[in-house]
């Protein structure tokens, strides 16, 4: 029987994955880690094996927490609205991002996913999860009329992730108002139905 953790886990966890999220995954020693969590070297080895694996531990913080829940709000919503939704909530954050860290997946998918297989296997795993929405609410949005058909879903759902992708990457050196939404304001324009133009 596994032994109960002697800490405030999600704490730590939060903790972990603000430093890595902050200064990435090279730059963060468990020295930082150390200090940020208030656990010894030793009790995070512990509890998670190595640095490699807090990484691991604080990235899957971040998709359940940031990722996951936004699109689980976002799919309650009417299709449209959601990919709205969705987008509004990205430029919220990359605009009130003081510290300019931008997108932690993304981050992690230019930092750490090239040197690492299994890495990026997870990573590609979950930019796969956002396409997934995505195509879920424009296969909806086609269906009952309030999405164009100019392009197939499948087309549209890869084109708005590349847009995310985009804006998270510019978030981090060039936070403007006008560059961010003028990426994605194109973007969601041709899913009007009215909006008949092609990618």
């Given at each position: 029987m596994a032994r109960p953790r002697e800490f405030d886990e999600e704490a730590v966890l939060d903790a972990t994955m603000q430093c890595f999220w902050q200064f990435g995954y090279e730059a963060t020693s468990v020295k930082d880690l150390s200090a940020r969590t208030g656990l010894t070297a030793a009790s995070l080895y512990n509890a998670y094996g190595d640095k490699r694996g807090l990484f691991q531990a604080a990235l899957d913080r971040y998709v359940n927490e940031s990722i996951g829940?936004?699109?689980?709000?976002?799919?309650?919503?009417?299709?449209?609205?959601?990919?709205?939704?969705?987008?509004?909530?990205?430029?919220?954050?990359?605009?009130?991002?003081?510290?300019?860290?931008?997108?932690m997946l993304v981050n992690s998918a230019l930092e750490v996913a090239p040197h690492d297989a299994e890495f990026q296997k997870i990573i590609a795993g979950v930019l796969g999860r956002i396409e997934r929405f995505f195509?879920?609410?424009?296969?909806?949005?086609?269906?009952?009329?309030?999405?164009?058909?100019?392009?197939?879903?499948?087309?549209?759902?890869?084109?708005?992730?590349?847009?995310?992708?985009?804006?998270?990457?510019?978030?981090?050196?060039?936070?403007?108002?006008?560059?961010?939404?003028?990426?994605?304001?194109?973007?969601?324009?041709?899913?009007?139905?009215?909006?008949?133009?092609?990618?």
């Open positions: 829940k936004r699109i689980r709000r976002c799919e309650a919503l009417p299709p449209l609205e959601a990919i709205h939704a969705f987008f509004d909530e990205i430029l919220h954050r990359s605009l009130h991002d003081r510290q300019h860290k931008g997108c195509l879920g609410r424009l296969r909806a949005g086609q269906a009952d009329g309030t999405i164009s058909r100019a392009q197939t879903a499948e087309v549209f759902s890869r084109h708005l992730l590349g847009v995310l992708m985009g804006v998270r990457v510019l978030a981090r050196v060039r936070p403007q108002k006008a560059l961010l939404q003028g990426t994605v304001a194109p973007a969601l324009a041709q899913l009007e139905p009215s909006k008949e133009v092609s990618i």
